[in-house]
């Protein structure tokens, strides 16, 4: 199993651009997850999902989108990048809703 | 609402001798857990340690353990013989509104002494 995969890895966006990070995990799982971890700190939770088609908001939704169309995939959507945006992006998985399996993560930064 | 708190930014270790990292919590949900969880430098997140509040003995994990005590909402993890490996960001996180969102604390970064 690869377990959680993320691409890309690394992405410098201009301000008011816009992309999709990709998360693929392999193990079945119905909970995905979506973490920011922005420098010195711990994570905060964007979006959440439970299965597929079934989306809900974290601690900090706004600037970000999500859809969860098969179980495997779960891609966040980044609107109208702004620098505030800048962070690291963990994608997570998890078979009962405890225990997270965390991808590499995605370093973006905004300029 | 939820709160973890870390109150230990940075600490240090000897080699081969233990080390208790701190974590408080506020919840007002009757049932929860609490998880631990390692960042090394390469960035990537990795569960170490997970207990349930009603598990009545404290969970362990090889060389990890938690020092679970409800009653001062404190959820410690040990670290036992230390190990230059063992250097790396720790967080401590609880869920969210009795659900499976995880709120994390801020971490505490540990470095171990040759």
């Known amino acids: 199993n690869a377990g959680v995969t993320q691409t890309p890895k690394f992405r410098i966006l201009k301000i008011g651009q816009s992309m999709t990070l990709q998360c693929t995990q392999d193990m079945n799982h119905n909970y995905m997850y979506w973490y920011r971890q922005d420098p010195g700190m711990g994570l905060k939770l964007i979006y959440y999902?439970?299965?597929?088609?079934?989306?809900d908001k974290g601690e900090v939704p706004n600037g970000y989108n999500v859809s969860r169309s098969t179980t495997e995939d779960f891609p966040l959507r980044l609107e109208l990048a702004a620098p505030s945006q800048t962070s690291v992006y963990f994608c997570a998985s998890s078979p009962n809703g405890a225990v997270g399996y965390f991808g590499p993560g995605t370093r973006l930064t905004v300029l | 609402a939820q709160k973890i708190t870390q109150t230990q930014p940075g600490m240090f270790v000897q080699e081969k001798e233990a080390v208790t990292l701190d974590c408080t919590y506020d919840t007002s949900d009757q049932s929860y857990g609490l998880f631990w969880y390692k960042q090394p430098s390469s960035g990537e997140m990795i569960f170490l340690i997970y207990q349930g509040s009603y598990d009545e003995q404290n969970a362990t994990e090889g060389r990890y353990s938690l020092n679970f005590q409800k009653a001062r909402k404190s959820a410690n993890l040990v670290i036992s013989a230390s190990q230059l490996g063992d250097s790396a960001m720790y967080f401590c996180?609880?869920?969210?509104?009795?659900?499976?969102?995880?709120?994390f604390g801020s971490g505490t970064r540990l470095l171990v002494r040759p």
């Open positions: 996180a609880i869920p969210m509104d009795s659900s499976y969102k995880l709120i």
């Open positions: 999902s439970v299965g597929a088609g079934i989306t």
